[in-house]
C-alpha cells in the first residue's frame, strides 16, 4: 500500500484561508452587531465600510473555493471546540485533517482585518492597555 501523496504549500494555505475565512466573516458580523448598538455619532461609515469588508471577504472565499475545486480539493466537515477548529478534507483523493488553536487564527483573523482595515499592526505603543 502507497503513502498518500504529500500536499503542496499551496494546497495547504489554501485549505487554510477557506477555514479562516468564515470566521473572519464571523467576526465582522459580530463587529457590525457592536457598532449597531453602540450609540456613535456617525455610524453611517463604519457600517459601510464594515459591509464593504464582508462583500469583499465573500468574494475571495468563493474564489477560493472555486481554487479548490479545481485542484480537486473538498472540505466535508469542519466542527469548532472550546480550544480548537477542526476541518476534514479531501485532496487528490486522500482524507486529511487541519487543526488551527484559537490563537493561531485569532492572529491571522488580525492580520486579514488589518489588511482589509488599511491599517498597520506595527507596535506603536498607542493602543497599549493602562
Not at 57 to 75: H, P, S, Y
Not at 98 to 120: F, P
Request: charged fraction near 30%; charge should be negative.
Amino acid at each position: 500500500m502507497t503513502p498518500a501523496p504529500l500536499q503542496t504549500e499551496e494546497e495547504i494555505q489554501l485549505v487554510k484561508d477557506c477555514i479562516i475565512a468564515p470566521v473572519l466573516l464571523d467576526v465582522l458580523e459580530h463587529d457590525m452587531r457592536a457598532i449597531t448598538l453602540t450609540k456613535l455619532k456617525l455610524p453611517y461609515p463604519y457600517r459601510r465600510k464594515f459591509r464593504s469588508m464582508q462583500k469583499e471577504v465573500t468574494l475571495e472565499l468563493t474564489n477560493l473555493r472555486q481554487m479548490m475545486r479545481q485542484l480537486g480539493i473538498k472540505i466535508y466537515s469542519e466542527s469548532r471546540s472550546k480550544e480548537y477548529l477542526e476541518a476534514h478534507y479531501m485532496c487528490r483523493g486522500y482524507d486529511h485533517e487541519m487543526i488551527l488553536m484559537w490563537d493561531t487564527i485569532k492572529a491571522e483573523v488580525e492580520i486579514r482585518l488589518s489588511h482589509y482595515l488599511q491599517v498597520s499592526l506595527d507596535d506603536d505603543g498607542d493602543d497599549e492597555p493602562p
